[in-house]
């Protein structure tokens, strides 16, 4: 377990997994979180491999480890609506297995606390579900965060203010729902994330 404790630190800090403030990574800026081989080969992992070929490398006794094998090809499965052998899927073991280390920028308090900051989105900020302008952003089966696979991960996630490189072309839309970076799940990083962003624009 030690092994794959040690796998996953590397996409985490490719995905930005606990980096509250910060645009999603381009793939280089993923490479470039690698400080050796090692690190490299599990962001690659990360982003084309699947999980069972991270379970065979550091889990192999499929009768020791059985149980701990199972849990954690249901995570993919789980958070990315297809099987642990998909590649990809290893995505899902990095974000499940993630821990914050002394670097992570995680989300810092609010002067006033988020009720000020809600009560400034709420004056400055116009909000809308999709769906009530006929559209429809989620996926089939009901939920809106996007999987936890490399196609919807870094800068295929967007940002409070859209993607990498193509942002919304429309002033005081932000974005903050666990299909932003930051989600997916229940991290609170989508939204600080869209919070400091309107306090920024609005200076």
Known sequence: MAGLMAWCQA???ALGRFDAAQRPKTLDEMYACATNE????AITDMLFGSVTD????YLPDR?????????LAFLAVDTTYRGPATPGSAAALAFGLAVPDENATLIKKFRGGMGAVTEHLLRHTTFFHAQAHGHDVRRPGGDCHGPIHPVQMGPNRPGPKGYVGQPIPIDGLYLASAGCHGGPGITFIPGYNAAQQVLADRG
């Not at 090692?38 to 080969?41: L, N």
């Not at 009768?63 to 849990?71: I, N, P, Q, S, W």
């Open 11 to 13: 996409p985490t800090r």
């Open 63 to 71: 009768e020791k480890h059985g149980a701990l094998r199972g849990m």
């Open 54 to 57: 991270v379970l065979d490398r």
């Open 38 to 41: 090692f690190e490299r080969q």
